[in-house]
Nanobody, 121 residues
C-alpha cells in the first residue's frame, strides 16, 4: 500500500516556475513507477509525466516537453515535478501517481489528492 500527498501548488504568472512535491509512504516505494497527471476544469484527466522505478526512463506529454521535469528521491520517498515557463493552459489540479507498471495511461493504482496550480496571463 502506498499513500501519496502532494504539495507545492499555487498561483503563478505566465512564464514563472513551480515545483510540486509528492511525499509517499510505504517501504517499497522505490519499486514503483511514478508519475503526474492533471485535470483542468471541464476537461478529462491527462498524462503529464512518468518515471520508471529506477529513474532509467521518463516520458512526457508533448505539451510539457522541454518545460517540465519529473524526478524522484527514493531516500526521501518523494517525487517532484519541476515546472518552468508555465502557461495559462497549464492551470489544473495536479495528481501524483504510483504503481508497479511504468505507463502513460491512468491505470496507476495509487493517487494523491491533488494540488491546484493556477497560471495567470
Amino acid at each position: 500500500q502506498v499513500q501519496l500527498v502532494e504539495s507545492g501548488g499555487g498561483l503563478v504568472q505566465a512564464g514563472g516556475s513551480l515545483r510540486l512535491s509528492c511525499a509517499a509512504s510505504g517501504r517499497t516505494f522505490s519499486s514503483y513507477a511514478v508519475g503526474w497527471f492533471r485535470q483542468a476544469p471541464g476537461k478529462e484527466r491527462e498524462f503529464v509525466a512518468a518515471m520508471r522505478f529506477n529513474g532509467a526512463s521518463t516520458r512526457y506529454a508533448d505539451s510539457v516537453k522541454g518545460r517540465f521535469t519529473i524526478s524522484r528521491d527514493n531516500a526521501k520517498n518523494t517525487i517532484y515535478l519541476q515546472m518552468n515557463n508555465l502557461k495559462p493552459e497549464d492551470t489544473a489540479v495536479y495528481f501524483c501517481v504510483a504503481g508497479l507498471v511504468f505507463t502513460t495511461t491512468s491505470g496507476y493504482p495509487y493517487w494523491g489528492q491533488g494540488t491546484q496550480v493556477t497560471v495567470s496571463s
